[in-house]
C-alpha cells in the first residue's frame, strides 16, 4: 500500500505540471511565463510538504534543494531553452552525488532501495539482516557500490538527454517527451539494476555472495 500511494504521488508530480504546461499554453499564454509558471508550482508542492510533515529527511531535502537552485538560475538566465532543460539539473546532479557517494557510510542505492529490497530478499532466504551482511560482507557492499555507479551513470545520461531535447527540439514539444523520459530512465534504471543483482547472486542466498557467512556458520557449528 506504501508503494502504490508513492507510486501515485510521483505520477501526480510528474503529470500535473506537465498537464498545466499545455493547458496554458492553449490559453494563449506565452512560452517564456508558462514555463516559469510550472517550473515554481513544484517547488511550491515541495515547501508546502516540507512544512506540513514538519520533519526534514536527507532524500526530500536534497531534491527540494536541486529543485530550487535549479529553478533560481532558470529564471536569472531568461532563456526559455535554459528553462526547458531545468530537469536536467535535478537528474544530472542527483546522477554525480550518486557516484561521489559509493564511499560513503551506506552509498544511496543501498539506503533508497532497502525498503522495496530488504522485504523482497526475505522471500529468498537472504541470510541476516542487511546491516549484518554490510558490516561482514565485501561482496555485499561491493553490490550496492556498483548498484549506486550504475544509478549515477543512467541518471547522468537522462540529463544528457533533457539538455539536447532542450536545444534542438520544438519548446511545445519538450515538457511531454521529458515527462516521458523520466519513465524511460526509471524503467532502464529497474532493469539494469535487477539484472546485475541478479547475476551478483544478492537474490539467491545460497550463492558465493554469502559464502563468508555460510563458513562462518559451519565454524561454529
Known amino acids: 500500500m506504501f508503494w502504490r500511494r508513492r507510486a501515485v504521488r510521483i505520477l501526480a508530480d510528474l503529470g500535473i505540471p506537465t498537464a498545466i504546461f ?3 499554453r492553449a490559453l494563449g499564454f506565452g512560452i517564456y511565463l508558462t514555463l516559469v509558471l510550472t517550473a515554481v508550482l513544484p517547488v511550491a508542492v515541495a515547501v508546502v510538504r516540507l512544512l506540513r510533515d514538519g520533519k526534514v529527511e536527507g532524500l526530500p531535502l536534497y531534491l527540494m ?13 531568461g532563456s526559455p531553452r535554459f528553462l526547458l532543460a531545468r530537469g536536467a539539473w535535478l537528474t544530472g546532479i542527483t546522477g554525480l552525488w550518486f557516484i561521489a557517494s559509493v564511499r560513503a557510510a551506506r552509498p544511496p542505492a543501498f539506503r533508497y532501495t ?7 530478499t526475505r522471500l529468498v532466504v537472504i541470510p541476516g539482516d542487511w546491516d549484518e551482511l554490510w558490516d ?11 548498484g549506486s555507479v550504475l544509478w549515477g551513470l543512467a541518471l547522468l545520461g537522462d540529463s544528457a538527454a ?9 519548446p511545445n514539444l519538450v515538457p511531454a517527451l521529458g515527462t516521458a523520459l523520466y519513465g524511460v530512465t526509471g524503467l532502464v534504471l529497474i532493469v539494469t ?15 558465493r555472495l554469502y559464502a563468508p557467512l ?7 557449528g
Open 65 to 77: 534543494s536541486v529543485m530550487l537552485i535549479s529553478t533560481a538560475v532558470s529564471l536569472l538566465d
Open 22 to 24: 499545455y493547458g496554458l
Open 114 to 120: 532497502r525498503p522495496v529490497l530488504e522485504h523482497r
Open 193 to 207: 539494476t535487477n539484472a546485475y543483482f541478479l547475476a551478483s547472486g544478492l537474490y539467491d542466498g545460497r550463492s
Open 136 to 146: 561482514r560482507l565485501p561482496g555485499f557492499r561491493r553490490v550496492w557500490r556498483i
Open 214 to 220: 555460510a563458513a562462518r556458520w559451519e565454524t561454529v
Open 162 to 170: 533533457r539538455v539536447v531535447m532542450a536545444y534542438t527540439l520544438p
